[in-house]
């Protein structure tokens, strides 16, 4: 049976239409503008994470102690910043292994300042403030007006640098005196061997000062002024954390209480 050329026709437009990448749209004239159908581009991923700065401990650490030295004016006191950072960061971690039992109180001898200027700080941990400031003798072996040399050793008369617990009071040559526990092996902990204590002398304060170019010196103890000594010990005994400081390279470096 013969198909018409009319039907023929319009089969082939069909078949055209569906298989043509192109598709015309009339504009009112005998021209048609081709439309061409582009493929679906893919999604671009979008990173919806917030990047997370973290510090590490010891920038956390070092900016505690920025705070705290600042807002307790510690600078017009003239305890160094790095003498109050230290001191900051084995108090906590002594305080954090149990050595420590009264955490509310931080004493420091800042022996990198001169035995005239007044060294010895006091420090009330949770109100954030000074409560004592005054002298405070070197061993006579550690030097003159500045304290450069320290020992461990038994009949050095030298101090002894780094961390100490307080312990009990008792009356001894200086009247009344408080017994201190060396915390760092090798470093202080031949304290009790050498009595090494907490105790007033009339050769630490003003009245020795305005007659001597410098305080005087003691056996290896951190002796204060004896007017003072018996509200500094009621403030420091039973379990406070003692630091003595100086910038002694060796001793940073082997501290285990600063490194462990």
Same mark, same amino acid.
């Not at 997370?52 to 650490?61: F, N, P, Y």
């Not at 070092?62 to 004016?73: I, K, P, T, V």
């Not at 971690?93 to 004493?107: I, W």
């Given at each position: ?5 009319k039907s023929?026709?319009?089969g082939?437009?069909l078949?055209f239409?569906?298989v043509s990448p192109?598709?015309?749209s009339?504009t009112?004239s ?6 061409v159908v582009s %493929?679906?581009?893919?999604a671009?991923?979008v990173n919806?994470?917030?990047?997370v700065v973290?510090r590490s401990?010891?920038?956390?650490l070092?900016?505690? %102690?920025?705070?705290l030295?600042?807002?307790?004016n ?5 305890l160094?910043?790095?003498a109050?950072?230290?001191?900051l960061?084995?108090? !906590? ?22 035995s005239?200027r !007044?060294?010895?700080y006091?420090?009330?941990m %949770? ?14 072996n550690?030097g003159g007006e500045y304290a450069?040399s320290?020992s461990?050793?038994?009949?050095s008369?030298k101090?002894?640098l780094?961390f100490y ?5 008792y009356?001894?040559?200086?009247g009344? %005196?408080?017994k201190i526990?060396g ?6 902990d ?12 009339n050769y ?5 000062l305005?007659r ?7 056996y ?12 500094i010990?009621?403030?420091? !005994?039973?379990?406070t ?6 910038p002694?390279k ?7 209480v600063?490194n462990?």
């Amino acid at each position: 049976m013969k198909r018409s050329h009319k039907s023929m026709s319009f089969g082939v437009l069909l078949c055209f239409l569906a298989v043509s990448p192109v598709v015309s749209s009339g504009t009112g004239s005998d021209e048609k503008t081709p439309v061409v159908v582009s %493929a679906p581009r893919a999604a671009v991923p979008v990173n919806t994470s917030t990047a997370v700065v973290t510090r590490s401990a010891a920038e956390m650490l070092a900016a505690e %102690a920025r705070d705290l030295y600042g807002s307790m004016n510690l600078k017009k006191f003239g305890l160094s910043i790095k003498a109050f950072e230290y001191a900051l960061k084995g108090y !906590k971690n002594l305080v954090e292994r149990g050595k420590v039992v009264k955490d509310q109180v931080l004493s420091i001898c800042d022996f990198s300042q001169s035995s005239r200027r !007044k060294r010895f700080y006091v420090i009330d941990m %949770a109100k954030k403030k000074v409560l004592i400031n005054t002298w405070v003798a070197h061993g006579r072996n550690s030097g003159g007006e500045y304290a450069r040399s320290f020992s461990n050793s038994p009949e050095s008369h030298k101090s002894s640098l780094g961390f100490y617990v307080t312990g009990n009071t008792y009356y001894g040559s200086h009247g009344l %005196a408080l017994k201190i526990e060396g915390l760092e092996k090798n470093i202080n902990d031949k304290a009790d061997e050498r009595n090494i204590v907490i105790h007033g002398s009339n050769y630490v304060g003003a009245s020795f000062l305005s007659r001597s170019p410098f305080n005087g010196r003691s056996y290896g103890c951190p002796a204060l002024p004896q007017q003072e000594t018996g509200k500094i010990i009621q403030k420091i !005994k039973d379990g406070t954390c003692l630091f003595i400081y100086h910038p002694t390279k060796s001793y940073i470096q082997k501290s285990k209480v600063l490194n462990g």
